[in-house]
């Protein structure tokens, strides 16, 4: 038979993934003719290369992996251990731990960028959620304490950072915010109302939390309208939204297009919510529910001044949620040292996504060139607010280490 053709299917096949030792060989030079000749003959050797956690093992691929492990895909070391085991390699969550912690700290001079431009303005969001660390001085195991976010900084280049307190005290995104002047955009816990005493701050209430107190009413209660018609018209009020995001408008026509559309609907809103006013007791759910959204009306209506704000606190919650779901696995930090370097990473981390970057090349890339680097105008060329996917690409394929 002659061959008239061909059909081809494909599969997918996984190779596990492997380790290597990259050998740094450094040849050591002598004058033979002056050993024992000539007093203090010296042996000459190059430098070693710099390392960005000196005397250990670790390269940047090795900790961009383990680190992109932990905080982009929630393993806690301590599942990463036996990963590692199951191909042939010995690596203790300790030392897992000790090399992160060393990071976080080398990727300071960048973190405090990433401050800068928060406090820079003019849009921040914030939120917050629990963490227990076991260590924490003065304090028993099961405290809890609190993991802070802040997304802000120039519109279209956010910068998030990640701040672990011990206390959920107003004084913390007070002191953060020092100097601050802008919008701030949070929920309505008590807490962040010292905020809006400061001069120079405007703040914002979040919809999407309004809205939760309503569903809470539905859920119990089917048939009760009040509830109901108010979702309606929070529905409405995000129709606006998903308007002007797939029109793909401006900042300017996306505020015009809130003028016409949706302050009608605000008014709408707040009449039926005086109207429930008088209809429930403030005690019910669907009465908390009112209380909470006239309590925080002239946040919640806020936003229409400008295109760049945003009717919820969704971003900064999305930012959050990533740390929400890692904590289910790895439970606590066992010291605040360990908290600390949680939120550093977080920090990196987040920044990278919320600006077009997959994580794990923007760490392989970062810590890769880290060893390099000295000054202010240095680090700024590493934020990821200032580089393009390709960039991150290119700079590991041309980091090729080992002899």
Sequence with gaps: MSRIGQETSEKLKIIPPKLVVVRHIRPKYACRACQGVVEGAKVKVAEPPVELIPKSIATAELLAYLIAS?????????????????IGVDLSRATMCHWTIEVARRLEPLLELLRQRIRAGPYVQIDETTLQVLKEPGRQPESKSYMWVYRGGEPGKPS??????????????????TDYKGYVQTDGYKGYDKLGSKPGI??????????????????????GRGAHDMLELIR???GVEHEAEKGKLDLEQTAKLRQEKAQPILAKIKAQLDSLTDQTPPQGLLGKAVGYALGQWERLTRYVESGMLHADNNLAENAIRPFVVGRKNFLFSDTPAGAYASAALYSIVETARANGH????????LLTKLTDVS?????????????????????AENHQGGS
């Design 375 to 395: 000054s202010t105008a240095d680090y700024e060329k590493l934020l990821p607010q200032n580089l393009r996917p390709d960039d991150l690409i290119r700079g």
């Design 70 to 86: 932990k905080f982009v895909d929630a393993l806690p070391f301590y599942r990463q251990e036996r990963i590692l085991a199951r």
């Design 202 to 223: 405007v703040m914002l209430g979040c919809w999407a939390h309004a809205r939760r107190y309503f569903v809470e009413v539905t859920k119990v209660s089917a048939t």
């Design 236 to 238: 409405d009020l995000y």
């Design 160 to 177: 998030l950072i990640f701040q672990y307190f011990p206390s959920r005290s107003g004084d913390v995104p007070f002191e953060f915010l």
């Design 358 to 365: 997959e994580p794990y090349w923007y760490l392989r890339f």
